[in-house]
């Protein structure tokens, strides 16, 4: 097969090429690692997806095992035995640590090998990838355009072609948009599904690990091999079946609700044309749509997680404090504090970007005394509230379907000044996490070419979102799949 034949291979497609003697894993990986060190990095125009990529492919991979050697992107929050893990942050430059995360030990137990460590917002605090110690990462669609954040690294280095696949984070929508904006699949699991052990914590009670694919197919085959209970996080439970690759190519009897609140989102025209042209695909191939759903609270999820996702974050990232691993900075003579809270002020400000600065300080603030009850606690009861609305709306519908995002992909730069405007583009992504329920994004279609032109002169990708109840995965994947066979977008434009 051609260097071009095997680019064109899904991750499956690509397992299988090697279990059939096709083609070797040495090879695949070789043309990867060619094309990532290539297109991937900061310099010459690349996309600066990488802040690592592996020497060469590790020693004997297994072409019968599951995944067959093949490469996967990962990214950088999660700790990888002996490769930078850095979380995007100064605070963690060239920390190396001394175990590997469960969900990346997984797939490599299952045969998959390790490419590279994918850029990010730093700690995963971010909707654009702008947030990085290490640089911006770009859109293959437009360079001069963000890829999403802030698992932009790894959804930048799918939609290019520089990996078969990759897995980032979740906490408000950090696997979904950037899949979105970059016109490929993102999971988003129920939380608990797959362990969170050696994953660089953000918010604890939303951070969840999942697949970014080309393809509905390669993120249920890289989720077979994440998912399961795990000792070292009590929170894990797995799923309560084995993840099937899906199948169904039509939708009889699934019933798709759209919540009312859409209709008062200020939505893209491009992408809103999208999202209903999916709507009325979704009906030809026999689903039923239900335009009256109601998630009366759900407007409100974007203040909840603004004051939960901070809170929990300024809690975690205490333990970044030049001590122990990671950036460490003496006390200056002149400084208003000397000796060790001189050394932790002086390592933290210099350590921690802006934007985690910012959210520290938004945390800190709502579990600070005095105001713990009208923040946080409030905060925790509307998410309650959120889990409520959406264990009715599952009474009446199958899935709850939205744009993943409101907009397409943005130029870089467009709203670094503007918090508010960046935090707005999670709008439609936030609820599903704060209520534990899993999610996937998929692309239905480009925008309009009066957003700017990718490359060939198409338009930007558009996400289409499907939401479901706690531990729907596989019915998640059927329908995710038969939309995808029916629409057949074809992601590869942006690099073939």
Request: charged share 20%; glycine share 12%; aromatic share 8%.
């Amino acid at each position: 097969m051609t260097g071009r034949e095997l680019l064109a291979l899904s991750g499956a497609d690509g397992v299988a090429a090697v279990q059939a003697g096709e083609v070797t894993a040495a090879d695949l990986f070789d043309l990867y690692r060619a094309r990532a060190l290539d297109h991937g990095g900061g310099a010459d125009g690349g996309l600066n997806c990488f802040s690592w990529i592996a020497d060469d492919l590790p020693p004997e991979p297994d072409a019968a095992s599951p995944l067959a050697g093949s490469p996967v992107a990962v990214k950088d929050l999660f700790c990888t035995e002996g490769v930078p893990s850095q979380a995007g942050s100064r605070m963690l430059e060239g920390y190396r640590p001394p175990y590997t995360a469960t969900a990346v030990a997984r797939l490599q137990a299952a045969g998959a090998t390790l490419l590279g460590k994918t850029n990010q917002d730093e700690f995963a605090m971010g909707s654009s990838n702008e947030h990085c110690a290490f640089g911006v990462v770009r859109n293959p669609w437009d360079p001069a355009r963000v890829p999403g954040g802030s698992s932009g690294g790894s959804a930048a280095a799918v939609a290019a072609g520089l990996a078969p696949w990759a897995i980032g984070t979740d906490t408000g929508g950090s696997i979904r948009q950037p899949a979105a904006l970059c016109g490929i699949v993102g999971l988003k699991p129920t939380y608990g599904a797959i362990s969170r052990y050696g994953m660089i914590a953000f918010a604890s009670s939303l951070d969840q690990a999942g697949p970014l694919t080309r393809d509905v197919t390669d993120a249920a085959l890289l989720l077979a091999h994440m998912v399961g209970s795990d000792s070292a996080d009590a929170t894990s439970v797995g799923l309560p079946e084995a993840v099937v690759l899906p199948s169904r190519l039509e939708l009889s009897g699934i019933r798709l609700g759209v919540p009312t609140e859409i209709a008062g989102a200020q939505i893209e025209a491009g992408v809103l044309g999208a999202f209903n042209d999916t709507l009325a695909r979704a009906q030809q191939l026999g689903a039923t749509i239900d335009h009256e759903i109601e998630l009366p609270h759900a407007r409100h999820a974007l203040a909840a997680y603004y004051v939960l996702a901070p809170a929990e974050a300024s809690s975690n990232l205490a333990r970044f404090d030049g001590v122990r691993y990671g950036h460490r900075v003496e006390a200056h003579d002149g400084d208003d504090e000397q000796g060790l809270v001189g050394m932790y002020m002086r390592t933290r400000h210099d350590g921690f970007g802006a934007e985690v600065k910012r959210r520290i300080m938004l945390g800190t603030y709502a579990l600070s005394s005095g105001y713990y009850d009208a923040y946080y606690g409030r905060a925790q009861r509307v998410r309650t509230l959120i889990a409520e609305d959406f264990k009715r709306a599952f009474e009446h519908v199958d899935f709850i379907v939205t744009p993943t995002s409101a907009e397409v992909a943005f130029e870089l730069g467009a709203k670094t000044a503007d918090p508010w405007s960046m935090y707005l583009n999670d709008y439609f992504t936030v609820p599903m996490p704060l209520a534990g329920l899993p999610a996937i994004s998929i692309p239905c279609g480009l925008a309009g070419s009066d957003r700017g032109l990718g490359p060939g002169g198409a338009g930007l990708p558009v996400g289409f979102q499907i939401a479901g109840p706690a531990f729907s995965e596989n019915k998640l994947l059927e329908v995710a799949y038969a939309l995808e066979q029916s629409i057949g977008f074809d992601g590869a434009r942006a690099w073939l």
